[in-house]
């Protein structure tokens, strides 16, 4: 015999757009709107369905609870992430130590300690000079260790990008099956991430994509509005920024917690679906977890800082471990959001329509 999946909802073989509840063994005929929490019935647990949203602090709980539960998979996830981050990171600096030496951080140190009251004249001298010493140390260098430099630097740069969107997927399907009440290790969630991960890149290059484009526009409009009142135009984009920020972050981040963990449908459109009628309870409670997580890594830096760790190898492996429990718990909080607003696992098998006999 067959294990049978555990009592949960799971979407409706008969009916897409709907959940069914599972009693561990059959269909049952209670049935909910896919978009939002079953609502009314008991769940695997036993307790009865709460709202769309958990309050701020059931989420903040659950979500302390949900990674201590799973410590030993996200630790894993962290480690192996960690190491590769590390070496992605060593490339970039060698490549950029290669190319360009100690020029152009000299240039960005003088910039920066340039006195307000400094003569135009004697300014520009002072950055000709060290701009100079930035294209003569790239003109002594040799075409194969320049292109090697660069080498170096784009692949650094290529896996610190996809290590992070790894471990952002990995945490998400840990967290994610676990509020499904199932089990998932770092092998198989760093398996799915892998996976995932050119869905996910194509996902964000449309996302923004679509900023650019929103951005471009506001700054036509603030251009022909610029004539006629420069004021006007400030406030159009002010306000801009303030839509762009607002409104599609909630969606921006639920679709690509979509491409993440959720089934293979346009991630946009299934996130708009899990957004309808929630907006602002899951705005604020997305704000909420950026500001917890903000607040909770700037100590961890501040920490590095005063025992003097930020120089060197050790500094940046000390860099990665103190930030370890902030980027667990901030992506794990975003998850349950997901969750609690209907998000469902596509890669964790549920039951079949035959299990039903």
Do not use: C
């Amino acid at each position: 015999m067959t294990d049978l999946p555990p009592a949960d909802w799971y979407t409706d073989p008969e009916d897409s757009s709907q959940y069914r509840y599972w009693d561990g063994s059959r269909w049952t005929d209670h049935r909910s709107p896919r978009y939002g929490t079953p609502d009314g019935e008991a769940g695997a647990s036993g307790d009865r369905a709460a709202p769309r949203h958990r309050s701020i602090r059931s989420l903040l709980g659950g979500t302390w609870r949900l990674m201590t539960q799973n410590l030993r998979p996200l630790l894993v996830i962290y480690a192996v992430v960690g190491v590769v981050y590390l070496a992605g990171e060593e490339s970039v600096r060698r490549g950029f130590d290669d190319v360009f030496g100690d020029t152009l951080g000299a240039l960005v140190d003088e910039v920066a300690s340039v006195d307000p009251e400094t003569d135009d004249e004697e300014l520009d001298a002072l950055l000709e000079s060290r701009w100079n010493d930035v294209t003569d140390r790239l003109e002594s260098l040799s075409s194969s260790t320049l292109a090697a430099g660069i080498l170096l630097m784009a692949a650094g740069a290529v896996v610190v990008i996809a290590i992070n969107i790894v471990q952002f997927v990995a945490f998400g399907q840990v967290a994610v099956a676990r509020l499904g009440q199932r089990q998932m290790g770092a092998t198989g969630a760093l398996r799915a991430s892998l996976k995932r991960l050119l869905r996910i890149v194509g996902v964000g290059l449309m996302l923004l994509a679509m900023l650019f484009a929103a951005l471009m526009v506001a700054s036509l409009l603030a251009g022909l509005l610029s004539p006629a009142s420069g004021a006007l135009a400030m406030v159009l984009g002010a306000a801009t920024g303030l839509v762009v920020m607002g409104v599609a972050a909630p969606l921006a981040l639920l679709t690509l917690m979509t491409a993440a963990v959720g089934p293979a449908e346009p991630s946009m459109r299934y996130a708009r679906g899990l957004l309808r009628g929630a907006f602002w309870a899951t705005f604020g409670r997305m704000v909420l977890i950026f500001v917890l997580s903000f607040a909770a890594t700037v100590p961890a830096l501040a920490a590095a800082e005063l025992l003097g760790l930020l120089n060197g190898v050790v500094a940046r492996v000390a860099l990665v471990g103190l930030g370890m429990f902030p980027e667990m718990l901030g992506v794990i909080a975003f998850f349950t959001i997901y969750h609690d607003l209907g998000g469902r696992h596509a890669d964790i098998a549920e039951p079949s329509a035959s299990s039903a006999n």
